[in-house]
């Protein structure tokens, strides 16, 4: 088999991409340091442990599987980190994905999938974003994404690193087999908090502001499933590998979800949510212009557009209670 290398393949992302991989075909390699992400969820391919900046660790990686491209998710992704300690993220996010550009090129690997953000397009409330949209990140995460995509530019320009970037928001939802599934400690994503409040394994779910221009005052955000995101860097993977020219997409839902407001009707449960300050969520509504291209139309494969936006929530929890509050305990040996 094809091996791929995949950065951050012991995280939540980053192992759902592996499962997607392995059933495409491919093998992939994990690299990871498992500051973030678990042994137990690499189940799909080999682990190598490892720091993106430890350029000779990654030689003898590159040396060993010799990997036809790869999917980069490896990085820190906590705003609040970030602004609170910017050197750690403009270190391991972008002196760690210099030093893995290097190590490709090196190797003669010269395919990658970056997993960017939509971070890196700032504070555009109420805007519809496209990937024509102007830049302007307002924190070091999105700042350091940004830099990353203009270093693979530059290597392209000078190496021949050809590349696809996607830009998404938040992801959502679990393995449909529940293999694999989503687990922070701490835990700071809605879903799995939303799920925790409403089975009782926290005292409630907290909303950062309840008075925005919304039709029910809770902020408007952007969700892809975790399914479809990487069925989506899988398709991007065979882009690159069909000799197609490097791209930046969007990974976008259609339309925005709103707040965790909409939590009872789709999880069940009478836990009300709290309310909290606004804070950072200065923004009422941020989410992905529409963008539906598939094979043989010359483009990138996207998620499929929902039937309705209540499904799509629904779909983005429906298995995530049986990983939340079940399958994580014995697969991680964890306790709550």
């Given at each position: 088999?094809?091996?791929?290398?995949?950065?951050?393949g012991a995280g939540y992302i980053g192992s759902h991409a592996c499962k997607?991989?392995?059933?495409?075909?491919?093998?992939?390699?994990?690299?990871?340091?498992?500051?973030?992400?678990?042994?137990?969820?690499?189940?799909?391919?080999?682990?190598?442990?490892?720091?993106?900046?430890?350029?000779?660790?990654?030689?003898?990686?590159?040396?060993?599987?010799?990997?036809?491209?790869?999917?980069?998710?490896?990085?820190?992704?906590?705003?609040?980190?970030?602004?609170?300690?910017?050197?750690?993220?403009?270190?391991?996010?972008?002196?760690?994905?210099?030093?893995?550009?290097?190590?490709?090129?090196?190797?003669?690997?010269?395919?990658?999938?970056?997993?960017?953000?939509?971070?890196?397009?700032?504070?555009?409330?109420?805007?519809?974003?496209?990937?024509?949209?102007?830049?302007?990140?307002?924190?070091?995460?999105?700042?350091?994404?940004?830099?990353?995509?203009?270093?693979?530019?530059?290597?392209?320009?000078?190496?021949?690193?050809?590349?696809?970037?996607?830009?998404?928001?938040?992801?959502?939802?679990?393995?449909?087999?529940?293999?694999?599934?989503?687990?922070?400690?701490?835990?700071?994503?809605?879903?799995?908090?939303?799920?925790?409040?409403?089975?009782?394994?926290?005292?409630?779910?907290?909303?950062?502001?309840?008075?925005y221009d919304t039709p029910d005052g809770t902020c408007i955000r952007d969700?892809?499933?975790?399914?479809?995101?990487?069925?989506?860097?899988?398709?991007?993977?065979?882009?690159?590998?069909?000799?197609?020219?490097?791209?930046?997409?969007?990974?976008?839902?259609?339309?925005?979800?709103?707040?965790?407001?909409?939590?009872?009707?789709?999880?069940?449960?009478?836990?009300?949510?709290?309310?909290?300050?606004?804070?950072?969520?200065?923004?009422?509504?941020?989410?992905?212009?529409?963008?539906?291209?598939?094979?043989?139309?010359?483009?990138?494969?996207?998620?499929?557009?929902?039937?309705?936006?209540?499904?799509?929530?629904?779909?983005?929890?429906?298995?995530?209670?049986?990983?939340?509050?079940?399958?994580?305990?014995?697969?991680?040996?964890?306790?709550?």
């Open positions: 088999m094809t091996h791929v290398l995949v950065t951050g997607a991989l392995r059933a495409a075909g491919y093998t992939p390699v994990t690299y990871d340091n498992l500051s973030t992400g678990w042994a137990d969820a690499v189940q799909f391919g080999p682990l190598e442990r490892g720091e993106l900046t430890d350029r000779a660790r990654l030689d003898q990686v590159f040396e060993t599987y010799r990997p036809r491209a790869i999917l980069h998710f490896a990085a820190l992704s906590q705003v609040g980190e970030s602004m609170r300690d910017p050197g750690l993220y403009w270190h391991n996010n972008v002196a760690g994905s210099l030093s893995l550009m290097q190590a490709a090129v090196a190797a003669g690997c010269r395919d990658i999938v970056f997993s960017s953000t939509c971070a890196t397009y700032g504070d555009q409330d109420n805007v519809v974003l496209d990937e024509a949209c102007a830049q302007a990140p307002i924190n070091a995460y999105g700042a350091s994404k940004r830099a990353i995509e203009d270093m693979l530019r530059d290597f392209e320009a000078a190496h021949g690193l050809r590349h696809v970037i996607f830009r998404y928001f938040n992801v959502a939802g679990a393995d449909p087999e529940a293999e694999i599934g989503e687990y922070h400690r701490p835990e700071t994503h809605l879903i799995p908090l939303m799920l925790e409040a409403t089975c009782g394994k926290r005292e409630a779910l907290t909303i950062f502001g309840t008075d969700y892809v499933h975790v399914t479809d995101l990487v069925a989506a860097h899988v398709r991007g993977l065979e882009w690159l590998l069909e000799g197609q020219g490097s791209r930046v997409f969007n990974l976008d839902h259609r339309h925005g979800l709103f707040g965790a407001r909409g939590h009872r009707p789709v999880c069940g449960g009478d836990q009300p949510p709290g309310a909290g300050d606004r804070g950072a969520a200065a923004c009422g509504r941020l989410h992905a212009a529409r963008l539906r291209l598939h094979p043989g139309r010359g483009g990138a494969w996207l998620a499929p557009c929902p039937l309705d936006a209540g499904a799509d929530d629904r779909r983005c929890v429906a298995v995530a209670p049986d990983w939340t509050l079940q399958s994580v305990k014995p697969i991680l040996n964890l306790e709550f």
